[in-house]
């Protein structure tokens, strides 16, 4: 377990009355919603959407009981009270998508919960944690290839990461000089970030 200082405080937003889906069907990074003239959407804030439920990337079911799937809305909105389009994370992908992570696209008029299973969200303030699986995210190396042709070669993964470095010694005849090669390659990103990671709210 690691135990950070520096964890950001947020603070969330403030609907007036019922925030709901305008349009059935939609899916991707963006949602078309309508609430009250005035609400606020804070970066940060988590909701649920009525009767979209997660599923298991994998298999693509619903992992026993059904559980809503909870978004996170990506950028600071004030609503007008009409059709407005905020983003959220992770994306919706529904059934049919090869990154399928509802069991359904939302329906037109499907309500938002704001931080769901918290009694008066509004304006409340706390402190942000986050919990990670190892699926969460991923750095990984590449193997390079060992040439045959040098006075000596080598490779070895490091225990803790796996990721692998190259050592070769050869002899340069072009600029008549002895090179000592070191070579790594990794990359990092996410693998389930929004079945993975989970952000824990704190007062």
């Not at 969200?121 to 402190?127: E, H, K």
């Amino acid at each position: 377990m690691f135990v950070e200082q520096s964890l950001y405080q947020l603070t969330a937003g403030t609907w007036a009355s019922a925030v709901t889906v305008t349009g059935a069907g939609q899916s991707g990074s963006s949602l078309v919603i309508t609430g009250t003239n005035g609400d606020t959407i804070n970066q940060g804030d988590k909701f649920s959407i009525a009767n979209v439920n997660m599923v298991n990337p994998r298999t693509r079911r619903i992992p026993g009981p059904k559980t809503a799937q909870t978004f996170t809305a990506t950028a600071n909105f004030t609503l007008t009270g009409g059709n407005d389009t905020i983003t959220v994370l992770p994306a919706i992908f529904g059934p049919g998508s090869q990154y399928q992570n509802v069991d359904a696209l939302p329906a037109n008029g499907a309500a938002l919960t704001l931080f769901p299973g918290t009694t008066s969200p509004n304006g409340a303030v706390g402190t942000v944690g986050l919990a990670l699986t190892k699926y969460a995210f991923a750095i990984v190396g590449m193997r390079f290839y060992l040439p045959k042709a040098v006075e000596a070669r080598s490779q070895a993964e490091d225990k803790l990461t796996g990721i692998p470095v190259r050592f070769v010694k050869a002899w340069d005849p072009v600029h008549s000089m002895q090179i000592h090669r070191f070579d790594t390659v990794c990359g990092f990103g996410s693998l389930w970030q929004d079945n993975a990671a989970v952000a824990l709210l704190g007062a």
